[in-house]
């Protein structure tokens, strides 16, 4: 039986969501944000992420899959639903659950380069560092957590955990 231990309360991610949207919305004032999330993991973080940020912000969702094991991922990605909002000249933040390797930020980084934005920010709600390939810098982080499997708000294991209002290790 897989066995969830709690790490981070709804209350616990609430306060640190709010204090993040605060900081993004001093920071992108007079800006015109797009918050872009990474499905399907960041859909709860990007709900709350965006309700909390005091400026008009437009959102799109892009989805990347990876080929490798299911809880790690290789170098090959591909991009499985595209970007569709015209992002040019704009000030892009990416919306993401957890930077792990770094790969996939890596990936996405230098795709969103090719479509000319004003600049391009990273906003994680988990900096795992431990297994970091790929140097990214994250100019948000909700919570940085050295290593394990982790599921709930948005975050899934073959599915399942995601509705889960707080965030939990999973040993196997
Ligand atoms: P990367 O290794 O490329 O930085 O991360 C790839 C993706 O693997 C993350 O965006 C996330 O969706 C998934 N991932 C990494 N660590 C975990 C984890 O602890 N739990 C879950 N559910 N997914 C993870
Ligand atoms: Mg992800
Ligand atoms: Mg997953």
């Known amino acids: 039986m897989a066995q ?13 969501v709010a204090a993040v949207a605060r900081e993004i919305s001093r920071d992108y004032k007079d800006s015109d944000l797009v918050l872009v999330g990474v499905l399907n993991g960041a859909f709860i973080f990007m709900a709350d992420l965006a309700r909390s940020i005091e400026n008009s ?7 990347v899959s990876s080929y490798g094991s299911s809880d790690t991922s290789s170098g090959e990605h591909k991009l499985t639903k595209p970007l569709e909002l015209d992002i040019e000249g704009k000030d892009v933040i990416i919306v993401e659950d957890i930077v792990d390797s770094g790969l996939t930020m890596k990936f996405l ?11 391009v920010e990273i ?13 990214v810098d994250i100019k948000y982080a909700c919570f940085r957590v ?23 290790t999973l040993q196997p």
């Open 4 to 16: 969830l231990t709690p790490l981070l309360s709804a209350e616990e991610i609430e306060a640190k």
């Open 57 to 63: 912000v437009a959102v799109d969702f892009i989805r």
């Open 109 to 119: 980084t230098d795709y969103f380069q090719t479509l000319s934005p004003r600049s």
């Open 123 to 135: 906003c994680a709600m988990i900096d795992k560092s431990e297994r970091r390939e790929m140097p």
């Open 146 to 168: 050295p290593e394990g499997f982790l599921v709930g708000y948005g975050l899934d294991f073959d599915e399942k955990y995601r509705s889960l209002p707080g965030i939990y």
